[in-house]
């Protein structure tokens, strides 16, 4: 299945594409981790997943039982495509494009008081201009 290991490295960036959809490859890697066992601190079916999951109308449990049977990346990605038939192409860059720049005064009240916390306890004194930011500054990315 390629599960990462998740204890020792790190799921792709939430702006990374898979089937045309930001935080699909992000949740495919806590998905396959999640099944090997592998998740670590991380979580499948999270706030970020969800955020995934409502747009494109997939639901956690049938993605998941999607990535237990084995399928590659390309496979994945051709099967988020054939769900996601009724979301035109423009509507899908309208909501990558507003979740890839969202500030996080832009995010919901209690998201924010939780980031309040969290980005000078885990971010090491760097502040994130965007929501994706966080992940990326973490995870040693920027």
């Keep these: 299945m390629n599960a990462p290991d998740l204890n020792t490295e790190y799921p792709r960036s939430p702006r990374y594409l898979l089937g045309g ?6 949740t495919l890697d806590k998905c396959r981790a999640s099944i090997a066992n592998t998740l ?15 747009f494109t109308g997939i639901s ?29 192409n423009q509507q899908r860059i309208l909501w990558n494009n507003e979740y890839r720049y969202k500030r996080i ?14 980005i000078p306890k885990y ?3 760097r502040i994130p201009n965007y929501w994706f930011d966080v992940y ?3 995870e040693k990315r920027i």
């Design 123 to 125: 971010l090491g004194g």
């Design 105 to 118: 005064s832009e995010m919901p009240p209690e998201l924010q008081e939780f980031l309040e916390e969290y």
């Design 136 to 138: 990326d500054i973490e």
């Design 60 to 88: 956690a449990s049938e993605f998941k039982d999607k990535v237990a049977t084995g399928a590659s990346d390309d496979e994945m990605a051709e099967w988020i495509q054939s769900k996601t038939e009724s979301i035109t």
């Design 40 to 54: 670590g601190d991380y979580k499948f079916d999270c706030p970020l997943d969800n955020v995934f999951f409502d």
């Design 21 to 26: 959809f930001i935080i699909a490859a992000r």
